[in-house]
T-cell receptor, first 112, second 113 residues
Framework: DTTVKQNPRYKLARVGKPVNLICSQTMNHDTMYWYQKKPNQAPKLLLFYYDKILNREADTFEKFQSSRPNNSFCSLYIGSAGLEYSAMYLC???????????FGPGTRLTVL | GDSVTQTEGPVTVSESESLIINCTYSATSIAYPNLFWYVRYPGEGLQLLLKVITAGQKGSSRGFEATYNKETTSFHLQKASVQESDSAVYYCALAGSFNKLTFGAGTRLAVCP
């Protein structure tokens, strides 16, 4: 089973409110990634966990937080949503650095 | 930083025609990145179409081919005869340091019957 699951599939949030997105995989992959995809733009890496170590991209460092309570789950947290956070959020996992990434179906976040 | 540029869509072709989607890359985080083509079919998530990890090698899947050319820093996607079921969005990508993927903006392909 190479399935990566994401919940919810659609999320509506109010400006200024927190948002928490969930990703899970049962492949025992040690690396999990979060990407942001806006219309007509390339998916952009936000952060990734290599085992228990969180790595955030420099230009999104303060905007997103994440937690990984166990090997299977990874969350993406936005403390205070702004209109610019409206996007598709893609979760991916891989069994290690240098291996293929498997993507989930995405969560479409709309901030109003 | 790393970057990927690919054919701007939408691209429309007729069934059984040939297809080429251009992809060029620039890798600064790693000397010889792994190269990928991902595809997103309507209503589905991103899935790997093919990958090549060695310069000069060709990858193939579902009738699609792409050759890793480090001289021209290109990884063009080709298919000799497309089908309506190939209609999708195609993304070229490279894996830089820490296996971080850098994607192109995607090319939407519409195949007309």
């Amino acid at each position: 089973d190479t399935t990566v699951k994401q919940n919810p599939r659609y999320k509506l949030a109010r400006v200024g409110k927190p948002v928490n997105l969930i990703c899970s995989q049962t492949m025992n992959h040690d690396t999990m990634y979060w990407y942001q995809k806006k219309p007509n733009q390339a998916p952009k890496l936000l952060l990734f966990y290599y085992d228990k170590i969180l790595n955030r991209e420099a230009d999104t460092f303060e905007k997103f937080q994440s937690s990984r309570p166990n090997n299977s789950f990874c969350s993406l947290y936005i403390g205070s949503a702004g209109l610019e956070y409206s996007a598709m959020y893609l979760c991916a996992s891989s069994r290690g650095l240098g291996y293929e990434q498997y993507f989930g179906p995405g969560t479409r976040l709309t901030v109003l | 930083g790393d970057s990927v540029t690919q054919t701007e869509g939408p691209v429309t072709v007729s069934e059984s025609e040939s297809l080429i989607i251009n992809c060029t890359y620039s890798a600064t985080s790693i000397a010889y990145p792994n190269l990928f083509w991902y595809v997103r079919y309507p209503g589905e998530g991103l899935q790997l179409l093919l990958k090549v990890i060695t310069a000069g090698q060709k990858g193939s899947s579902r009738g699609f081919e792409a050759t890793y050319n480090k001289e021209t820093t290109s990884f063009h996607l080709q298919k000799a005869s497309v089908q309506e079921s190939d209609s999708a969005v195609y993304y070229c990508a490279l894996a830089g340091s820490f296996n971080k993927l850098t994607f192109g903006a995607g090319t939407r392909l519409a195949v007309c019957p």
